[in-house]
């Protein structure tokens, strides 16, 4: 069983920073993408960064600039910095991983991140 487990939410003031993590555990294959997403109240989720194996990163428009994913390879870890934070920041931000060329994909339970004006 594959388990995704993230910390690092909290309340913050506009322009201020957050650095979320997300550890795996169980059965990780060699090849895969973790990523962060994001639901905000009567939004639909959406991929907010991810990040393969070997380096690639990709970013939503509305956060490019801003924040930053990461991981360690080693310790089956992803991070996401978040910096210049905005209210629209604001939502539920889960972890997800996705085995290249497998069926399924893994979700964290969720991280509240809210942003103050």
């Known amino acids: 069983q594959l388990q995704l487990v993230e910390s690092g939410g909290g309340l913050v003031q506009a322009g201020g920073s957050l650095r979320l993590s997300c550890a795996a555990s169980g059965s990780i294959f060699r090849f895969n993408v973790m990523g962060w997403y994001r639901q905000a109240p009567g939004k639909q989720r959406e991929l907010v960064a991810n990040i393969i194996s070997g380096g690639p990163t990709n970013y939503a428009d509305s956060v490019k600039g801003r924040f930053t994913i990461s991981r360690d390879n080693a310790k089956n870890t992803v991070f996401l910095q978040m910096n210049s934070l905005r209210p629209e920041d604001t939502g539920v931000y889960y972890c997800?991983?996705?085995?290249?060329?497998?069926?399924?994909?893994?979700w964290g339970q969720g991280t509240q991140v809210t942003v103050s004006s």
């Open positions: 997800n991983l996705q085995v290249v060329g497998m069926t399924g994909t893994s």
